[in-house]
T-cell receptor, first 112, second 109 residues
Framework: GAGVSQSPSNKVTEKGKDVELRCDPISGHTALYWYRQSLGQGLEFLIYFQGNSAPDKSGLPSDRFSAERTGGSVSTLTIQRTQQEDSAVYLC??????????FGQGTRLTVV | SQKIEQNSEALNIQEGKTATLTCNYTNYSPAYLQWYRQDPGRGPVFLLLIRENEKEKRKERLKVTFDTTLKQSLFHITASQPADSATYLCALNDYKLSFGAGTTVTVRA
């Protein structure tokens, strides 16, 4: 596609429920990144994919968070048993190797 | 891992003046250093990339310098305009893309 697409754009969920966030990167981009941004804060690195493999999962906050990328394209970030502190904007970006990254508009997650 | 520090959280300047933002990093110099702009409620937008063997890069009213000895990049917005008001983020490529906390620039008319 023309840009990085994320869905849903907004998600309100009850505490304890599981959520799935989707990222559709720019076609041909090998690198894919997930970040989290709380209100007024900077970008918190979560995970990085190069192709389908994730060489760096160090940013995932807990074992409730997991991510996968299939076919070197679409990625899904899953949060199990959501907590209120998970509320944030989740941003996805893609790039060609180490070049400039293009971001989606984010998914605003609210856990109530 | 790299620690990235950007100068003061907020910078207020008068329209027409030059804004200068600083990005300092620890450890090794990355292959690339990048600058992004983020507006409220939106994802960051790429502005400029500078390689470790480049000293300076320009794009319209923007200028970036990269000093691997000082482990520092400077980002300049010349002839600033109110539309330049945003948060500016420094990012380093090592094997992943890591961001500084950002500097919020407000340009007064």
């Amino acid at each position: 596609g023309a840009g990085v697409s994320q869905s849903p754009s907004n998600k309100v969920t009850e505490k304890g429920k599981d959520v799935e966030l989707r990222c559709d990167p720019i076609s041909g981009h090998t690198a894919l990144y997930w970040y989290r941004q709380s209100l007024g804060q900077g970008l918190e690195f979560l995970i990085y994919f190069q192709g389908n493999s994730a060489p760096d999962k160090s940013g995932l906050p807990s074992d409730r968070f997991s991510a996968e990328r299939t076919g070197g394209s679409v990625s899904t970030l899953t949060i199990q048993r959501t907590q209120q502190e998970d509320s944030a904007v989740y941003l996805c970006a893609s790039s060609l190797d180490l070049g400039s990254a293009f971001f989606g508009q984010g998914t605003r997650l609210t856990v109530v | 891992s790299q620690k990235i520090e950007q100068n003061s959280e907020a910078l207020n300047i008068q329209e027409g003046k030059t804004a200068t933002l600083t990005c300092n990093y620890t450890n090794y110099s990355p292959a690339y250093l990048q600058w992004y702009r983020q507006d409220p409620g939106r994802g960051p937008v790429f502005l400029l990339l500078i390689r470790e063997n480049e000293k300076e890069k320009r794009k319209e009213r923007l200028k970036v310098t990269f000093d691997t000895t000082l482990k520092q990049s400077l980002f300049h917005i010349t002839a600033s305009q109110p539309a330049d008001s945003a948060t500016y983020l420094c990012a380093l490529n090592d094997y992943k893309l890591s961001f500084g906390a950002g500097t919020t620039v407000t340009v007064r008319a």
